[in-house]
């Protein structure tokens, strides 16, 4: 009966350890997690209130470089070496 404890302790130990590192990431995971939505729940109630008055309209511009320039469009080859 020694002879299987003494086997057994390493992973026994082992288990043990892995269950508390995982325990600890977890916890501290969901406390960050919840920390990070009372922020943004604070602060999206202030900027609301701080913003009422601004009626932003977000738009597309149609003058962008993008389509003018070469890069990405994969025409050409390039040379090697």
Known sequence: MMDLIK???????????????????????????????????EHEVSELTENAESDVKLTASSNSDYGKSDHGKGDETRPHG
């Open 7 to 41: 086997a057994l302790l390493p992973s026994i130990c082992v288990a043990l350890l892995f269950w508390y590192v995982m325990r600890n990431i977890l916890r501290a995971d969901r406390s960050e997690r919840e920390q990070i939505e009372k922020f943004y729940s």
